[in-house]
C-alpha cells in the first residue's frame, strides 16, 4: 500500500511539473505574439505619413498633402560680425567698448565686455587679457581674454560683481588692459577708470572709452612721480623705486629729494629718502629701497612719499613740492588705492605707475 502512495505522488509531482511549463511556453507565445502584432502596426502607421518634398520653402500637412507656405530670406537671420554692430568712433586712440547694468532684485552689477578698438602695433600678435576691479571694496579681480589677435580683439564676456544698491554710486569700475607674449611677460596697454554715479539710466548701453597710458597722460599742477611697488609676501618685504618725475615747480636750484614714509595706521615707522638730483624739472631718481612690513599688516599701512628740495638751513624744514599717499581704501582712492590694491594681487612682480603730486595738508 504504502509502494503505490509513493508512486501516486510522483505522478502527482510529474503533472505538475509538466503542467507550469506548458503555462510558461502559453505566456512565451502570447508576449512573442503582442511584440510582433505592435511593430506591424507602428509600420502601417508610419507609412501613411507623406515624405516632406525636398524644397526650400516652409511646408504645412493639409489632408496628407504638402502645401508651400512662403520663403525664408537667409540673410535676414544672419549674424552680422561685432565690429560692424558696434564700430568704434573716429579717430586713433585706443578705446574699449563696454556696457554697464544694475540688477537691483539680485543685487547684481554686470559688466558686458565687447571688443577693443585700435590696439598699438605692437600688441598685435599678444594676446590680450582685461582685468576688472570695483573700486573701492572689491580687492579681487575680475579676468577676460580676447577671443583674438590683432587691431581689434573682441571679447563677448559678461563678469557680474555683488554688490549692495546703496554702495552702486559710489563706486569705480577699474578695467585694466594687458598684453601678454608668449614667454608670459606681461604688459600695460592702458587703463579705464569708470565712475558709476549718474551712469546706469539706460542699462545695456553701448559705452566707448579712451584708455589712459603713460604717454597721453597729462601732468598735474605740481607735477607727476613715477613709482614702482612690488611684495613678497615669503620675505615679507615691500620693495619701493622711486624712478623719475616730470613737470616740477621747484622753487631753488639747490635739487630734488624724495622722502618715503612707512606708516602703519597714525604711527610712521620708517623714514627713507633719496639721493638729492640737481638743476631738473624732470629729475631720473632710480632709487629703490625697501620696507619690512608683515602681510597682516597691508591692510593697514600706507607709503607717503614727500618731494622736498634741500634747505641750506638746517633749522627749517625742507620746502615741499609735492606729496603722494598710496595705500588701501583707509588712505587712498582711485589710481593710488588701485596701485596698491595691484601690488597686493600679484606679489613679487613689479607694478609701475604715474601719479599726480598733492598739496601737502
Known amino acids: 500500500c504504502s509502494d503505490q502512495v509513493s508512486l501516486l505522488a510522483v505522478g502527482l509531482s510529474v503533472g505538475v511539473l509538466l503542467l507550469l511549463l ?4 502559453g505566456l512565451m507565445v502570447y508576449y512573442l505574439w503582442r511584440k510582433k502584432k505592435s511593430q506591424s502596426q507602428y509600420r502601417e502607421l508610419l507609412s501613411t505619413v507623406p515624405s516632406v518634398p525636398a524644397c526650400s520653402a516652409p511646408v504645412i ?9 512662403g ?13 560692424e554692430v558696434v564700430a568704434p568712433p573716429p579717430g586713433m586712440a585706443t578705446r574699449l567698448c563696454f556696457s554697464v547694468e544694475y540688477r537691483h532684485s539680485s543685487e547684481q552689477f554686470m559688466v558686458s565686455l565687447l571688443r577693443l ?8 600678435g599678444n594676446v590680450t ?32 560683481f555683488q554688490v549692495s544698491g546703496v554702495c552702486v554710486p559710489q563706486s569705480t569700475l577699474s578695467v585694466c588692459v594687458l598684453s601678454v607674449e608668449q614667454d608670459g611677460k606681461r604688459h600695460a596697454v592702458g587703463r579705464v577708470l569708470f565712475p558709476l554715479e549718474g551712469e546706469l539710466g539706460q542699462a545695456g548701453r553701448v559705452l566707448w572709452r579712451d584708455l589712459e597710458t603713460e604717454d597721453d597722460t597729462q601732468c598735474s599742477e605740481l607735477g607727476d612721480v613715477q613709482i614702482s611697488l612690488s611684495y613678497s609676501p615669503n620675505l615679507q618685504r615691500l620693495s619701493v623705486a622711486v624712478l623719475r618725475a616730470r613737470g616740477l615747480q621747484l622753487l631753488t636750484d639747490t635739487g630734488v629729494c624724495v622722502q618715503v614714509s612707512l606708516q602703519i595706521h597714525t604711527q610712521v615707522v620708517k623714514i627713507k629718502r633719496s639721493c638729492v638730483v640737481k638743476g631738473e624739472t624732470d629729475p631720473h631718481f632710480d632709487h629703490r ?60 612682480e613689479p607694478v609701475k605707475l604715474w601719479h599726480g603730486l598733492c598739496r601737502a595738508t
Open 22 to 25: 506548458l503555462l510558461l511556453l
Open 61 to 69: 500637412l493639409v489632408s496628407q498633402c504638402w502645401y508651400p507656405v
Open 71 to 83: 520663403t525664408v530670406l537667409a540673410g535676414l537671420y544672419s549674424v552680422p560680425p561685432l565690429n
Open 117 to 124: 578698438g585700435n590696439l598699438p602695433p605692437r600688441f598685435h
Open 129 to 160: 587679457l582685461v582685468e576688472l576691479r570695483l573700486l573701492p571694496d572689491d580687492r579681487r579681480p575680475r579676468q577676460a581674454k580676447a577671443r583674438g589677435t590683432g587691431p581689434d580683439p573682441e571679447f563677448n564676456d559678461c563678469l557680474i
Open 289 to 348: 629701497m625697501t620696507f619690512k612690513l608683515r602681510s597682516q599688516h597691508l591692510d593697514e599701512a600706507c607709503l607717503r612719499f614727500e618731494l622736498q628740495q634741500p634747505n641750506d638751513i638746517r633749522s627749517e624744514p625742507p620746502p615741499l613740492l609735492g606729496v603722494l599717499v598710496l595705500g588701501p581704501f583707509m588712505y587712498a582712492r582711485g589710481p593710488q588705492l588701485q596701485h596698491w590694491m595691484d601690488m597686493v594681487n600679484t606679489p613679487q
